[in-house]
């Protein structure tokens, strides 16, 4: 990755992070938001790879973990670096995405993204049954049609001509 994008993608960053702190909670419907934050790294795995997507899913759950007050520190850290390494490498390793297997990608890095911060967090089972038909589901189909408008935008019309 060069200097500038490097700076790209801190530029990005930055701004899915403060669109998910201020903006999300506007676009909630009945209590569900998208998740910008997972939509960044999901992006940025896709587009630079495993590596890339590991230090930005790390930075970027390291960043909500300082913000959010939660007990845990380092859970959103842990699940969010797994999410961009696993999506890095299957860009990287198995298969070029086009636009519906990325959303595709795209909702299975949130539930993983989800699993793995219950699973770290320790929750019960039925605490964590409850938020996955509850939260989860809802916020992963809502982030991924935000996330496939704002694939489908960044990739840019290609014409024939």
Same mark, same amino acid.
């Given at each position: 990755? =060069? ?20 903006? #999300?909670?506007?676009? &909630?419907?009945?209590? !569900?938001?998208?998740?910008?934050? !997972?939509?960044?790294? !999901? ?8 590596? #890339? ?10 960043? &909500? ?5 939660? @007990? ?10 797994? !999410?961009?390494?696993?999506?890095? &490498?299957?860009? @990287? ?11 595709? /990608? ?5 539930? /993983?993204?989800?699993?793995? %911060? ?5 929750? @019960?089972?039925?605490?964590?049954? +409850? ?5 989860? /589901?809802?916020? =992963? /189909? %809502? +982030? ?10 960044? =990739?840019?019309?290609? =014409?024939?001509?």
């Amino acid at each position: 990755m =060069s200097n500038r994008g490097w700076l790209w993608t801190l530029l990005l960053f930055v701004l899915a992070f403060a669109v998910q702190t201020t903006v #999300a909670e506007w676009l &909630q419907i009945l209590g !569900v938001g998208p998740d910008f934050v !997972v939509i960044f790294i !999901v992006s940025v795995a896709i587009r630079y790879g495993a590596a #890339a997507g590991c230090l930005w899913g790390f930075l970027a759950g390291f960043t &909500q973990d300082v913000y959010a007050p939660v @007990e845990w520190l380092g859970a959103n850290s842990i699940a969010m670096t797994i !999410v961009g390494f696993a999506v890095g &490498q299957l860009e @990287e390793r198995f298969l070029t995405l086009n636009l519906p297997a990325k959303v595709g /990608v795209l909702g299975l890095a949130f539930f /993983v993204n989800d699993m793995f %911060y219950f699973l770290i967090t320790g929750l @019960e089972k039925d605490v964590v049954t +409850t938020l996955f038909v509850a939260k989860t /589901v809802p916020e =992963s /189909v %809502y +982030t991924m049609i935000l996330g496939g408008i704002l694939f489908y935008l960044s =990739s840019g019309k290609k =014409s024939n001509v």
